[in-house]
């Protein structure tokens, strides 16, 4: 099934935002085995879109369109609709039922513009949104399928997945397709796939693809088959998921999709049955946000010290004052003193610290920008390592969070060795 | 002149790579006063890139288009050139030469591959691309240009700013562009289109247009003109740039198109000599790490409590126990004094503090998840706010934050009423 997706808005075509939303859902396609054949961005233009809506019913099996569905006056994509089908806008009370309720339910008052949220091209099949406003809308024209959805990335992604990718997937019928994910942290990509896992070459058959992906939280690792049979691909799957899991065993915290470091982090924990506090200086509280993001986290996290003054970390962490002033704030004495401090203060089990120079100011050649100590407190004992990380502020954070969410997971897992081989200092 | 993108490459179809291209010369474009009017991406296939490149000479005044000039099997845009305006490649001798000294200034032996980027379609005018092996090419065809760039960003840029732009500029006549943004927190994006700003079809004429654009952290607000000089351009984007900046001026934040409300508050409290101390509950640390996402920051921020447990807000934040055990953990009161006992803990002029139902669990008939009080303490007193945001986790954290960050903002300007019109309850 060859599908067009068409992407609506003047903020896609001056620039204001980049198309992530096209990218997304081209992996969709491509994960179910469908082809992504072509993207087509336009503005809020009654012809242009007319024109690439028909262009793309002549041309595809299958169209996917985005943008252009909100209250204001540059939102044209409705009455574009109607115009195509030759249909009216046509009041959808469930839909303004919905939106009414959004709005009661926050105590807001319902803004007159709303109404034209529930008034939908009258042939179009109503799929529920229930993150946003406007609804997602599903038409058949001309024996094909034409998805409409919100631009707002979210409610784009939610449709996606539980509205459209469904229907999409049960016409198309066809070739099987199986794939592995796995989220992979403290390693290089190429550390991870020259020296880790080494050459695959013995394993890899007409079908079966791996790839790296790396971003900002560390790496996915995906490997995919095409076959004949559900049952055919994931043979072909199987011998290389093996070399990969054993290989790369100590780096992987999860094999699936999406599943984030700090969510496995705090599942860990929570299977243990123990608890964690943070003291975060240079990371500002990355960490505990992170894990408060967690569903479920108040079990396991009992709280965290963003700690940026020196007096902060005397006066709440109980770091002795004068040990700062011997080793400076920024030191494995600190770290160390802080993991302590937070343990004892929160009652926890575990305790993480961080203490840096996140930038772009403040470094100096003893102490560069990028330089972070990372404290641990555990039961089985306290340490702290030297990390530099040598990016921007917000990497510099987020790296150095990231490294010492790793470093918690390696320790209640009773993995040996710390990520990026980086070394832990004693007391 | 109305100019159409054609970006080619599979990558940017199966969702591996985002078109960040396509955005950036979207901007230059709409910079130079140029119509950026379709974005067309296809895969590497004979077909499908000819069936665009006829689409885009009919439709437009004049074709971008990025992508497929490799050396190896998969880059076919060259051979489709040739194919679409009937013509050869020929070896040109200059490029060939320039590829060479590339490989021999870096002492690497040259690939046989790299013949073939010295090979363009006869009626290509060259176009020098100092930092790849693959030219620019520009084409004339029914009386408009094509220009032809590498996919990799770069070497796009490179081009775009040296050879491209200039030409399209010189042959456009140039028309001039204006625009305004304004950064909008604290309303939503029909309420304050509808009731705040009100009615603008009196300023409204042809080139000048207004876009709400929505995203997490509020709504930037964008007007621009067009016109034949940039005097024109500029007049004329007066009277709505006057009414929407005195209408709306509790809520923008920002008058331009990247400033964070972090970032902003921050700059306040520096202008203002003040200092500030989180205590947060259900956001976790969300408000400390965004304000520590600020380079200088620390000047104003002394630090934080993510105060998860009922015994960390007891024990860092001296929160009576039993003023939890009367009012619950969710309550006015226990908001109130998280605020003022992290104000006095860290010595800080200002204090926000959240408590609330972050979800999916935890929520009840009387405290329904979504449900957030934020307390504020400053110079002129205390108090809380009851908000009700009902998204899912990670929004309500998000947006707990924001507003509490935006009642800061307006209590450190001395902006009355709160954002959303929350009602602020005094001790």
Known sequence: MRVHILSVGNELLIGDTVNTNASRM???????????????TVGDEYDALTDALDAAFRQADAVLLTGGLGPTH??????????????????????????????????????????????????????????????????????????????????MAHLMEHEVMPRLVA?????????????????????????????????????????????????????????????????????????????????????DAHTRLETAVVALLTEAGRTLATAESCTGGWISNLVTNVPGSSAVFLGGVAAYANAAKTDLLDVPADLIAAHGAVSKEVAIAMAAGAARRFGADYALSTTGIAGPGGGSADKPVGLVWIGFHGPLGTFAVEARFFKERLVNKEKAALTALDILRRQVLGIPGMPYDLQPEYP
Not at 26 to 40: I, M, Y
Not at 88 to 115: D, K, Q
Not at 198 to 209: F, H
């Open 26 to 40: 081209g992996r969709w396609l491509t994960q179910a085995g469908l082809t992504c054949a072509r993207v087509v």
């Open 74 to 155: 540059d939102d044209i994509t409705k009455s574009v609709l109607c115009g195509y089908f030759g249909v009216e806008l046509v009041r959808h009370e469930p839909t303004l039922v919905a939106v009414r309720r959004m709005f009661e339910r926050r105590g807001l008052a319902f803004p007159p513009s709303n109404f034209a949220q529930a008034d939908l091209p009258a042939n179009a099949e109503v799929l529920p949104n229930p993150l946003g406003t406007a609804p997602g809308l599903w038409f058949e024209h001309q024996g094909k399928p034409l998805a409409v959805m919100p631009g707002v990335p979210r409610e």
């Open 171 to 255: 016409r198309a019928g066809g070739r099987a397709y199986r794939d592995r994910y796995y989220q992979v942290v403290g390693i290089g990509e190429s550390t991870l796939s020259d020296w880790v896992i080494g050459p695959v070459d013995d394993l890899l058959q007409p079908g079966l693809t791996m790839a790296f992906l790396p971003h900002t939280e560390g790496i996915t690792l995906r490997i995919s088959s095409v076959a004949d049979t559900p049952a055919r691909a994931e043979a072909a799957l199987q011998p290389l998921a093996t070399r990969i899991s054993t290989k790369a065993a100590a780096y992987i915290f999860a094999s």
